[in-house]
């Protein structure tokens, strides 16, 4: 598809230089200068309306397949059907550990499914933490299409789950968000108040992602998605983690960087190293250490009280 657009452009481009010079062959000048500015704004207008209509489709890329499960790597594991208030069937997968002190709720990001999410589960478990992780709708085996309120929906039945189901305090709760799972993850626990939130490779808001990709356009005026993380981590009266790499050319080390400095005490961060997706595979010794550190902090916190 990248290679189709690319010929397209190259082809109005070729089009729009015949055009003119047919007009400046024959003396108009004006025609030549107001046609192509007229172009211009069709382009532009046209390029912003696709992006509008489009958001969508950019922003949630849900794969409906299940290639593996988590027994494929040794865990044993729940999978789960839950519905949520607006009757939804919230696909999610519950993964124990032996005398597990914490449970991470895990919010992945925009796109897959959980079973794309195995390197971390497995992490998780062998740190010692449950982990539930979950499917927002339209996404895997669960119903419906994903919306901004929907995903927030979906991380809430979760955690209602966790706690009224399996009788998990909500003091032991971690929240953990990949990527746009960071911004669900960070906005549900304003209202949930966990142990701690975990924010990887987080924007700030969605305006701001689009203004980075799209420096160029009026981003707000047509964003159809709020996600706002940054406001969400100001309000957080709980420990805030944050990792993120600066070698992440999806979501700018910046946006992590933000976040942080907006977050209240106790907070903590730590850089990753890496891509975007890569980066967590290509230095797991890292990534462990990263977590591991998160549990320790939480430890002795506690410890403290």
Not at 119 to 139: K, M, P
Not at 142 to 160: H, M, R, Y
Not at 172 to 181: E, P, V, Y
Request: hydrophobic fraction near 45%; aromatic fraction near 14%; proline fraction near 5%.
């Amino acid at each position: 598809m990248g290679l189709i657009r690319v010929l397209m452009w190259i082809l109005i481009v070729l089009m729009l230089i015949f055009i003119g010079y047919r007009r400046y062959k024959k003396g108009h000048c004006m025609a030549v200068v107001w046609g192509l500015l007229w172009v211009g704004v069709l382009i532009y207008a046209g390029f912003g309306l696709m992006l509008f209509c489009m958001q969508s489709r950019m922003l949630y890329q849900p794969r409906p397949d299940y290639a593996v499960t988590p027994q494929d790597i040794g865990l044993s594991y729940t999978p789960l059907t839950l519905e949520s208030p607006d009757g939804e069937k919230i696909a999610a997968w519950f993964i124990p550990a032996a005398d597990a002190k914490w449970t991470v709720l895990y919010c992945h990001g925009n796109a897959g499914n959980i079973s794309h999410r195995l390197h971390t589960l497995l992490l998780i478990n062998e740190l010692g933490a449950n982990c539930l992780i979950v499917d927002y709708r339209g996404y895997g085996q669960s119903t419906g299409k994903p919306t901004e309120q929907g995903t927030l929906i979906d991380v809430k039945t979760a955690w209602d789950w966790l706690v009224n189901e399996q009788t998990v305090p909500a003091d032991k709760i971690i929240l953990f968000g990949r990527s746009l799972g960071g911004s669900i993850a960070a906005i549900t626990a304003v209202e949930l108040k966990p142990a701690a939130v975990i924010l990887e490779s987080a924007f700030t808001t969605f305006v701001d992602a689009g203004r980075h990709y799209y420096p160029w356009m009026p981003v707000r005026l047509f964003a159809r998605y709020d996600y706002n993380t940054i406001e969400a981590v100001r309000k957080a009266d709980y420990p805030v983690f944050i990792t993120h790499s600066p070698d992440d050319e999806v979501v700018p080390y910046k946006f992590g960087q933000q976040l942080f400095q907006a977050a209240n005490e106790p907070k903590l961060f730590r850089e990753l190293k890496g891509t975007h997706n890569e980066g967590f595979y290509d230095n797991p010794q890292l990534y462990r250490d990263i977590w591991q550190d998160w549990f320790n902090a939480l430890n002795e916190s506690e410890e403290s009280d």
